[in-house]
């Protein structure tokens, strides 16, 4: 499997960008993906996560009611709808994906693919 992630970009706090995620390959078993993202010092830490099913989405608390995960399985492809950004929102974005259920899909390891991120930038 094969991810491509774009829409990064610089924003200004409180706009809004939306970043996609492109899956190719070995796609029809996908069970999750996910978003995480990592700024410069940090871990990578978990932002959101989708079943393949589109039946449920995960969240971490900080981008609670701000950020929305979004699959369209015919393209292949998960978005990140990020609203009312804040100036804690930059980092390098990155997507991933698993063909296993795992109950737990907030860690790096429970995900076998990832994308190569793409920076996104809050300026306040």
């Known amino acids: 499997v094969q991810l491509q992630a774009s829409g990064g970009g610089l924003v200004q706090a409180g706009g809004s960008l939306r970043l996609s995620c492109a899956a190719s390959g070995r796609t029809f078993s996908l069970n999750t993906m996910g978003w995480f993202r990592q700024a410069p010092g940090k871990e990578r830490e978990f932002v959101a996560a989708i079943r393949w099913s589109g039946l449920s989405t995960y969240y971490a608390d900080s981008v609670k009611g701000r950020f929305t995960i979004s699959r369209d399985n015919a393209k292949n492809t998960v978005y990140l709808q990020m609203d009312s950004l804040k100036p804690e929102d930059t980092a390098v974005y990155y997507c991933?994906?698993?063909?296993?259920?795992?109950?737990?899909?907030?860690?790096?390891?429970?995900?076998?693919?990832w994308g190569q991120g793409t920076l996104v930038t809050v300026s306040s």
């Open positions: 991933a994906a698993d063909h296993a259920y795992r109950v737990v899909i907030t860690t790096p390891g429970a995900y076998d693919y």
